[in-house]
Antibody, heavy 120, light 110 residues
Framework: EVQLVESGGGLVQPGGSLRLSCAAS????????MSWVRQAPGKGLDWVSA????????YYADSVKGRFTISRDNSKNTLYLRMNSLRAEDTAVYYC?????????????WGQGTMVIVSS | QSVLTQPPSVSGAPGQRVTISCTGS?????????VHWYQQLPGRAPKLLIY???NRPSGVPDRFSGSKSGTSASLAISGLQAEDEADYYC??????????FGTGTKVTVL
């Protein structure tokens, strides 16, 4: 079964750091680009960052550039998001999503999400 | 980052047809990037509904259809059913290869 499982969310103070993980199974992880997408409480979907299958190319939303770092370990089938200098506006459910190249980059598989709360 | 604009809400009676628009610009949809659509049921992760403008993944009912023209795209739901009550999002890419989502539309079945 194709599956993505996020972990690492929690409560963190403003200015703090957190690392999210996304464990993939059921597909050849290294063959696919992956993304992080977040959703603030009661709000819409917000694309955060993406990484190529090899990890050689990364992309970031302007709102997180310089603060967040996306990475992957293809030997462990795991995607990461390192979040530094966290702000209240980063509070959201964070989803990892698999991009399907054959579907022109559509996010065909999503995890269940992990909640990040930035508050003092 | 650019944003794709959707109506906040649409509604219809069971059996009716509703459409959701997704308006972009020359830096995203109008630049030739494909549009995808997602359905998000309350409390659930989004699910891919339409990919590459018009295509349905396996298991998605043919009541759902998509189209794209110029700087816009549309999702149509025909034969509206109670289970279709959800939030719907369009998605594309922009010239910097950043992902971009629509503002989201809540579909209510009357």
């Amino acid at each position: 079964e194709v599956q993505l499982v996020e972990s690492g969310g929690g409560l963190v103070q403003p200015g703090g750091s957190l690392r999210l993980s996304c464990a993939a199974s059921g597909f050849t992880f290294s063959s696919y680009a992956m993304s992080w997408v977040r959703q603030a409480p009661g709000k819409g979907l917000d694309w955060v960052s993406a990484i190529s299958g090899s990890g050689g190319r990364t992309y970031y939303a302007d709102s997180v550039k310089g603060r967040f770092t996306i990475s992957r370990d293809n030997s462990k089938n795991t995607l990461y998001l390192r979040m530094n200098s966290l702000r209240a506006e980063d509070t959201a459910v964070y989803y990892c999503a698999k991009e399907d190249t054959a579907m022109s980059g559509a996010f065909d598989i999503w995890g269940q999400g992990t909640m990040v709360i930035v508050s003092s | 980052q650019s944003v794709l604009t959707q109506p906040p809400s649409v509604s219809g009676a069971p059996g009716q047809r509703v459409t959701i628009s997704c308006t972009g610009s020359s830096s995203n949809i109008g630049a030739g990037y494909d549009v995808h659509w997602y359905q998000q049921l309350p409390g659930r992760a989004p699910k891919l509904l339409i990919y590459v403008n018009t295509n349905r993944p396996s298991g998605v009912p043919d009541r759902f259809s998509g189209s794209k023209s110029g700087t816009s795209a549309s999702l149509a739901i025909s034969g509206l059913q109670a289970e279709d009550e959800a939030d719907y999002y369009c998605q594309s890419y922009d010239s910097s290869l950043s992902g971009v989502f629509g503002t989201g539309t809540k579909v209510t079945v009357l």
